[in-house]
């Protein structure tokens, strides 16, 4: 079995790296902090004509892997998982011959996923979000980047539905969280008009289980580029007279950060092949498995590289913190830690 990738995947890689540094570059990131939307009509634009969020119409997880892997690695602030991922993933799973999957697939629809609901913590499986009469009403939580969204897909107690986010009937209100690379939202719907795109609630959970890899995948990309820049800073920074990185602690901080990037990128890759050529089944179990060491791995990462910047890695200026805090959201993102080794003894056992 050959797990190396073909010319044409790297050439996809590169072609997005050099997009996202062209186009979205750290100053961009921050420029971002403060859009409600999160991303500009260029940018977005940009990734459409790029076909990478159309990427999982025609394709699969282990080319949108190089993808999402980039996109973490540049803090990119868009809704593309939300909508390139979620979204598109959703309707193609519930309606693939629905007109929206065309809309989001060429870019020019902004979708996202709508699961959990206030109070009711990860338990998608169990809305109180209803549909009467064609109208939807209910509320949603942590919905991400519903300000920038065209169509909001929600679960309700009798199926899976398609909303325009910009009904009368929708309210979005800010959610404020840790990362200020990703916007959330809590979603109210008013009896606002919404079509029916599928019967089945279960038939998301392998959904849930590409999106919780898809953030993984991004993490490690996030992971990558904060460890690169501690492993410079430690190459560069001269205390007593030698670089810090000539000592010992620091080298085993770096070797440790290493280690669980490697170990996060393995799992998250081989989650992603598993989505696409393995039994279903099987994709859970690697699904599970990823999250479960990436929910603790990576985030630890995140702190560490605040730890060899010292002082400066704690200053609003220097970009370690906007990497920190996006690793965080993936230690709570579809669970934690704890959830999901849970998930999986319950799987093995």
């Known amino acids: 079995m050959d797990f190396e990738f073909s010319d044409d995947q790297y050439a996809l890689r590169d072609t997005v790296r050099r997009f996202l540094a062209d186009k979205a570059p750290m100053s961009y990131v921050r ?4 859009d409600r939307r999160g991303t500009s009509d260029v940018v977005w634009k940009g990734l459409a004509d790029l076909g990478v ?14 993808v999402l892997e980039e996109m973490g690695r540049a803090a990119h602030p868009g809704p593309f998982l939300s909508s390139a991922v979620a ?3 959703t309707v193609a799973r519930v309606s693939p011959d629905d007109d929206l999957l065309t809309g989001l697939a060429d870019g020019s629809l902004i979708g996202t996923l709508a699961l959990h609901e206030p109070g009711a913590r990860y338990d998608w499986r169990s809305p109180t979000t ?3 009469s064609g109208h939807i009403t209910g509320a949603k939580a942590f919905v991400p980047d519903a300000l920038a969204a065209d169509v909001i897909v929600a679960v309700a107690t009798d199926g899976v539905y398609a909303v325009d986010a910009h009904d009368d009937g929708v309210t979005v209100d ?3 969280t840790t990362d200020l690379t990703r916007r959330h939202g809590t979603v109210t719907f008013r009896q606002a008009p919404a079509r029916r795109l599928g ?9 849930v289980d590409r999106v919780g890899v898809a953030m993984v995948l991004d993490g490690v990309g996030a992971a990558q580029a904060a460890l690169d820049m501690a492993v410079a800073y430690a190459k560069a920074r001269v205390q007593f007279d030698k670089p810090i990185g000539a000592f010992q602690a620091v080298q085993h901080h770096c070797a440790d950060m290493l280690q669980s990037v490697e170990m996060a990128r393995a799992g998250a890759y081989y989650a992603a092949w598993a ?15 990823a999250m479960a060491f990436a929910s603790d791995a990576l985030p630890r990462v995140g702190a560490t590289v605040i730890q060899v910047h010292g002082g ?8 370690a913190h906007l990497f920190y805090k996006r690793l965080l959201t993936l230690a709570q993102a579809f669970g934690t830690a704890s959830d999901h080794l849970e998930d999986l003894a319950a799987i093995v056992l």
């Open 174 to 176: 800010p959610q404020p």
């Open 312 to 319: 400066i890695g704690f200053t609003w200026e220097h970009d």
């Open 275 to 289: 989505d696409d050529a393995a039994s279903p089944e099987e994709a859970h179990r690697a699904a599970t498995m």
């Open 130 to 132: 209803h549909v009467e």
């Open 87 to 89: 979204a598109v993933s």
């Open 53 to 66: 969020t159309g990427l999982l119409v025609d394709l699969g997880m282990t080319d949108m892997a190089l």
């Open 31 to 34: 420029s971002m902090i403060d």
């Open 199 to 207: 019967d089945d609630i279960d038939m998301l959970s392998d959904v």
